[in-house]
Every structure is written in structure tokens, then in C-alpha cells.
């Protein structure tokens, strides 16, 4: 874990966690009111992320690749499923690792330069207590690059995917 526990932890989860929005529980399309099922495939999830973030006041793209370096100002985020469609998992790189927010959990350091290493897992560190996991993210990994707009390139589209370079 990164610190110890704090109450606050509860009230939001992973999503929350990677864009920041840590004052409830959302799905992706939460807030572009864009309809959300566990059924969406990953992709789909992820452009659901990119409307979500057009009216949070941000720019951004999906991409296969792991981001090796961010401009100043820039975020990046990371989405997988599990393959059984009954989770979804985010993570967020901070400049120096990655992060993820498994439920109430307290936010959990990766041990691992690359998201990709291995499987996801829903282990979590709550209350103090360590819970270890029994769900594992095993699907493709799409990773998303955003940032505020009017601070840095902008688009050609909203297209969710159209790719900036």
C-alpha cells in the first residue's frame, strides 16, 4: 500500500482513482451520460472513457501501447476486463509507477515497470487488513493518453479513435 488507511478510501473506486474523481462510485459513461454494460468489449469501454473525459474538459486517445514517456501535463490510464465480462479494472501512471484502487481499497502501488507484466488481480488492502484476490483482469490492456484541453495538442476529431501524435 501507498500510506495507511484512511476513511475516505470507501467512497470511490478504480475509475475514480485513474481520472482523479474520487467523491463517488462511477462506471465509465457516468459523466458523457453514455449507456455502460459489462458486456462492452474493452475498446468499447475505453471510448466510453475518452467521451467521459471530452466533458470533464479533456483531450485524449486510446492505444495498445504502454506510453514510455508523457509531455508536462499529460495523463495516462490503463483498462482491463475480466474475461468473464463480470469486472473491469483501471490503473494510473504517475510519473514514476503505476497505481490502482481495487473497491474501498486503500490506492496499491504495481510492483511492476509495465502493466502488462502479468495478470490484474483484485487483491486489496482495507482497513488495515490485506484481502487477497479471487478475481484476475486478464484481457487486453488499452491504455489512455489525455490532457486538459487548451494545454496541449489538440485533436483533428473527437473520434475516441483517432490517435495524436
Known amino acids: 500500500p501507498l500510506t495507511g488507511w484512511y476513511g475516505w478510501y470507501e467512497n470511490y473506486n478504480c475509475y475514480g482513482h485513474a ?17 455502460f454494460s459489462m458486456s462492452m468489449s474493452i475498446s468499447t ?9 471530452d466533458k470533464l474538459g479533456y483531450w485524449g486517445y486510446t492505444t495498445t501501447s504502454r ?14 476486463k475480466n474475461k468473464n ?4 479494472h483501471f490503473m494510473k501512471y504517475t510519473g514514476v509507477s503505476w497505481t490502482h484502487k481495487p473497491g474501498p481499497s486503500t490506492p496499491l502501488r504495481w510492483n511492476y515497470s509495465s502493466p502488462s507484466y502479468k495478470n490484474w488481480s483484485n487483491e486489496a488492502f482495507y482497513q488495515d487488513v490485506y484481502y487477497a484476490p479471487s478475481i484476475l483482469y486478464n484481457s487486453s490492456i488499452i491504455y489512455i493518453v489525455y490532457w486538459l484541453k487548451g494545454t496541449g495538442d489538440e485533436p483533428y476529431s473527437l473520434d475516441p479513435d483517432t490517435v495524436v501524435n
Open 67 to 80: 506510453p514510455t514517456s508523457l509531455k508536462s501535463g499529460y495523463y495516462a490510464i490503463c483498462i482491463r
Open 19 to 35: 481520472i482523479n474523481r474520487t467523491d463517488k462510485y462511477v462506471n465509465p459513461g457516468y459523466y458523457s451520460n453514455t449507456s
Open 45 to 53: 469501454m475505453a471510448n466510453v472513457v475518452i467521451k467521459d473525459l
Open 85 to 88: 465480462n463480470i469486472d473491469y
